[in-house]
């Protein structure tokens, strides 16, 4: 099994900054794609951003310019930095990572999710 624990949300005025981390565990080959997802209530889970085991990111047009996606493979381990944070981010933001575990069956994984609230 693969587990993902996030952590960093929090609350934050409008132009603030937020650090998002999550880490993965268990049964882990290989990652090849993490990502963040978020979603407001009343709204669909939306991309945020992702990034490939060989760091290729990419973004939501929302968030390009003031969010940056970034990984240590070492540790198994995404970040998501937040800044210039407005009110329309406000959301619970999951981690996803996707890969092969060491049996080498396929997973896609779910954090639990950490909120971000954003207050103008």
């Known amino acids: 099994q693969v587990h993902l624990v996030e952590s960093g949300g929090g609350s934050v005025q409008t132009g603030g900054s937020l650090r998002l981390s999550c880490a993965a565990s268990g049964s882990i080959f290989s990652i090849n794609v993490m990502g963040w997802y978020r979603q407001a209530p009343g709204k669909q889970r939306e991309l945020v951003a992702t990034i490939t085991s060989s760091g290729v990111a990419n973004y939501a047009d929302s968030v390009k310019g003031r969010f940056t996606i970034s990984r240590d493979n070492a540790k198994n381990t995404v970040y998501l930095q937040m800044n210039s944070l407005k009110p329309e981010d406000t959301a619970g933001y999951y981690c996803?990572?996707?890969?092969?575990?060491?049996?080498?069956?396929?997973?896609?994984?779910w954090g639990q999710g950490t909120q971000v609230t954003v207050s103008s």
């Open positions: 996803k990572a996707e890969g092969l575990t060491i049996v080498r069956s396929i997973y896609s994984q």
